[in-house]
Nanobody, 124 residues
Framework: QGQLVESGGGLAQPGGSLRLSCAAS????????IGWFRQAPGKERELVSC????????YYADSVKGRFTISRDNAKNTVYLQMNSLKPEDTAVYYC?????????????????WGQGTQVTVSS
């Protein structure tokens, strides 16, 4: 059974940066597409970014393109989300999820494992 644990959330000022980590156990991230989702109060959970297991594909939501970067370290079984130029509207609980497929996955229902989430708050 796979488990995902997010870390790295916290409070950041507008324009600041945070790096989220998603550490996996029970599964090898190199065989999974890993997605980062976020959910703000009163809103649906949305896909922010995804990286395929085959290194050939990444996806970014329009709202984070040019500001967020997803990467993976298979040796550490960990996927990262570097978030720069943060905005108050980035405030949300961020979740990582894993889908047993080689390709980028943009459909939430296709993800097999989910972490518990980490809070990101962007405020001055």
């Amino acid at each position: 059974q796979g488990q995902l644990v997010e870390s790295g959330g916290g409070l950041a000022q507008p324009g600041g940066s945070l790096r989220l980590s998603c550490a996996a156990s029970g599964i090898s991230v190199d065989y999974y597409a890993i997605g980062w989702f976020r959910q703000a109060p009163g809103k649906e959970r949305e896909l922010v970014s995804c990286i395929s297991s085959s290194y050939v594909g990444t996806y970014y939501a329009d709202s984070v393109k040019g500001r967020f970067t997803i990467s993976r370290d298979n040796a550490k079984n960990t996927v990262y989300l570097q978030m720069n130029s943060l905005k108050p509207e980035d405030t949300a609980v961020y979740y990582c999820a894993a889908a047993r497929t080689m390709n980028v996955v943009t459909t939430r229902q296709r993800y097999d494992y989910w972490g518990q989430g980490t809070q990101v708050t962007v405020s001055s």
